[in-house]
């Protein structure tokens, strides 16, 4: 039987086995309200908290603590809105990128409409944030400088370490839309110094609905969605208990040996990626080849649609994604080729792979089997193909 | 065995095993993001819309859509501030009432921040809204009307029907945080003609961190966390598609018969509300008799703590609340019965009883036999009570 080959771990990965079970008993036993304050509620609470500790423990987050969140987007949302409401009497301006994943640069463009100013950094060809144009672009009034830590759509790492060393020296604060990278490899959060750093999940095979914004201590944020007093009375709403312990338990996992993982994707990607590109003409790797997720490979295969080919493939039972998940539906390319100075029309014709725990040689293999024949076939009812020239 | 009595359903819920049963799958199989454009995904992504049909279909809700969130605060954030924001050239002056959960009191004390100008209309003795008092409330710049279906903490409900007609002749939108009643009683948002309404799964024996919110076709909402395209562009973020489907299946078992529940629990908490004041000196019901959900018992005993009782039904095993969960951290006494005219020092020794599915007449039977003794206790140490003068 032809068995499906998901490679779109980017988008979202499965949950693991192991962190469903340890959400299982908060749905029917361990169901109390943590804010009430009978003994069961204090169990619950406790078992909050120490989920919250596990993660700070793993990501090396004790400088701050670790509000949970309905998402990684509401966590890119916590973290720019309610850092700029918060310091708004120091500045109102703010640096992203053009990079960015759309709930940061969704949000930047709400704060525009309500009289912050954004500057959107450009990135080199290799999808790296310029930093010379980073630091031109910090003015006396800049407060937060938002960069995403690794990009979805490339897996490219950009220079964090760099820039919050930078942005310091004028105390400006940093947030990082880690969402793709926390969970991959194990970040340093004291070390960085960073201010403000969002994860979501289901990115590291725990459940969907749920993330995480961490705040160091000191720096101040206002709250978005206003109600009762939970997570330090910065998000108001029950606490979504057995989605935090999943949460927890999932980078527990994924910390247990995420060097291993690493390499072993990295492996697979690396084959796939010279396999690709010495069998099919015209196609080239977008992004750095170095400083990237190992899992993750973005290819522009020219003179063609990134959509037929993901239909095709689909039909090979091969589930792979032509960029972001979040916008897939519009026929808009990406905005991150885009930025990099990547043609429309080759923009156009990108696939991104993004492996995960279950991929095995055999399905790199497969891929690498089917998808020139793919290709083959839509060049030649393809107008602009001319065998490459 | 001295088995564990709960009684604060309206505090929350657990989750109904059929409920787990139907979300299961979409945690390790249907795991895909419903935004991706391969095969699996569409899958997910139709379950998701059957998931919204279904609640549509059981709240008859044709005449609009429903849009998830990650609970029932961000819905009343949501629907609060979104319509605020996307009505504001029509005027700026909102009304609520004084006895609405904080998801909806601190929204609009944030909107007040911002500009906006807020009514908080006074509640009767009984702990209803004065139709009054919200008639001379309506001012030429009033945009929004919103008052909660049922209390929290006393279970009354309010006369929704009768302030949508009043709203609605001068075109002013109703929203309703209606996440005590959803679930308890049949809805008709159709016939009610409500502009927005709110409800929350963990009310109604679905799962934590998931919510909905009802918006009437027509009515325009601006999002309040920005990002990707989900959810009618209303609710960016990867949809949580376990606890979707956890929402729909929740209620359709609520809605199968919810008459019967209603009616079996009203019977144990009428049992139980007249058994307490026969047996309790100096304790009377807080809100009105008749227009209260069938579950909910809010009773005041005088000279008593609050906290005090609840530490001692605890040590029964009786789980009870002394108002909502999620102000219980809070030394203030309940904002709801201070508004109905309660002293601060009656509004101190506030209980509330919830009942739900499981709850039997043994369990009423240990509470009423319980409970007198410890009033006994307490008030022997009060230096307040005089043998009832």
Known sequence: ??????????????VDPKVVDAMLPYFTEKFANPSSIYSISEEVQADIQ???????????????????????????????????YANQSKGKHIITSQIEHHAVIHTCEQLEKEGF????????????????????????????????????ETGVIQPIEEIIKIAHQTKIAVH?????????????IETLD??????S??????????????????????????????????RAGT??????????????????????????????????????????????VNGH?????????NIIIKYVEGESMLLLLNSNKIYASSGSACTSGSLDPSHVLLAMGIPHEHAHGSLRFSLGKKNTKEDIAKVIEVLPGIINRLRAMSPLYKGGK
Chains 1, 2 share one sequence.
Do not use: C
């Open 239 to 284: 606490e979504n208990t057995a989605g935090i312990v999943g949460t927890a338990k999932a980078l527990e996992i994924a910390m247990q040996n995420w060097k291993e993982e690493w390499d072993k994707e990295k492996k697979l990607r690396d084959e796939l990626e010279k396999s690709l590109l010495s069998l099919i003409p015209e196609s080239q």
């Open 194 to 199: 960073i201010d403000l750093l969002s994860f």
């Open 50 to 84: 120490t989920a919250r500790e596990t993660i700070q423990n793993l990501l090396h987050a004790k400088n701050g603590k670790i509000i949970f969140t309905g998402g990684g987007s509401e966590s890119d949302n916590l973290a720019i809105k309610g850092y700029a």
């Open 176 to 188: 990082s839309d880690a969402v793709q990278i926390i969970g991959k490899k194990e970040i340093n």
């Open 289 to 297: 080849l170095e400083n990237r997720l190992a899992n993750t490979l």
């Open 117 to 152: 100013t954004v500057t959107y950094v450009p990135v080199d060809d290799k999808g790296v944030v310029k930093i010379e144009e980073l630091k031109k672009a910090i003015k006396q009034d800049t407060i937060l400088i938002t960069i995403m830590y690794a990009n979805n």
């Open 201 to 234: 999940a289901h990115k590291f095979y725990g459940p969907k609905g749920v993330g995480g914004l961490f705040v160091k201590k000191g720096i101040k944020i206002n709250n978005i969605i206003q109600g009762g007093g939970q997570e330090f009375k910065l």
């Open 1 to 14: 039987m032809n068995t499906a080959i998901y490679l779109d771990h980017n988008a979202t990965t499965y």
